[in-house]
Structure formats: C-alpha cells, structure tokens
C-alpha cells in the first residue's frame, strides 16, 4: 500500500471518527467535558511514542489504550522533534493543542510544521490531527 493511500485512508478514518463524534453530540446526550490534564499528557505519550519510532497503532494495546490519527505518522514520517505550543483550548469533549513538529519525510528532507491535535479523554483516550 502506498503512502499516498495510506494517507487517504487515515484521512477518511479521521473524518469518520469526527462525524461519529459529532452525531453522537446530536443524539441530544452530553459528552463527558474533557480533562485537560489528562488530554495533555495523552497527547505527550503519543508524540513520544511516534519520536521513539513505535508504529501509530503501537499504543492501541497499551492500558488504556490511546487510538492515534495522523496520516503522516501512518505514512511512515519520522518525528525528530516536537514543541507542545500552548495548554491547549478545552471545547465540550475535545482539547484542541497546536504542536510543531519537526519531520522526516521517506526522501529524507526535514520539514518544520505547526498542526492541531484534537484529543478526547471520554470515553476514549483519542489523538487526531485536525486535518481541515
């Protein structure tokens, strides 16, 4: 399977689950608010499993598990580096927490780059990228 596919899949994957998530909030049920505290350090466990080259869905067996979305992760990018920008803004369900990263790509190049996660706590531990 090529990367471009790979990304593909994992960007439809990430759009599922946020449309699940949004008609879930529209069943007229509350999510659980999220806890801020425990989003952020969900969010540093992913990006150092990622940084220590564990596979994105290494943590899926981990107690409890931690389900990880990001296309270029499951692509195969290497992460070199990264910088939590801020605490993040707590919306219902979701923290929302810009990060840069510092990748490298399958021919080597080194990118820089600033992205969104969006990172629930209920009723499972979930990292994506905001991909729009």
């Known amino acids: 399977m090529g990367i471009t596919l790979r990304h593909r899949l994992a960007r439809s ?59 270029e992760w499951q692509g195969g990018a290497v992460l070199k580096d990264y910088q939590i920008v801020d605490d993040g803004k707590e919306m219902d369900a979701h923290l929302f927490s810009s990060v840069k990263l510092t990748l490298r790509g399958s021919g080597g190049q080194e990118v820089k780059r600033e992205v969104t996660y969006v990172i629930s706590t209920a009723p499972n531990l979930t990292v994506s990228r905001k991909v729009f």
């Open 13 to 71: 994957l990430a759009v599922l689950l946020l449309l699940l998530a949004f008609a879930a909030g529209c069943t007229g049920r509350r999510n659980a608010p999220v806890d801020a505290a425990k989003a952020r350090e969900v969010l540093r466990t992913a990006l150092d499993s990622w940084k220590k080259g564990d596979k994105a869905d290494a943590l899926q067996s981990a107690s409890p598990p931690i389900y990880v979305i990001d296309p």
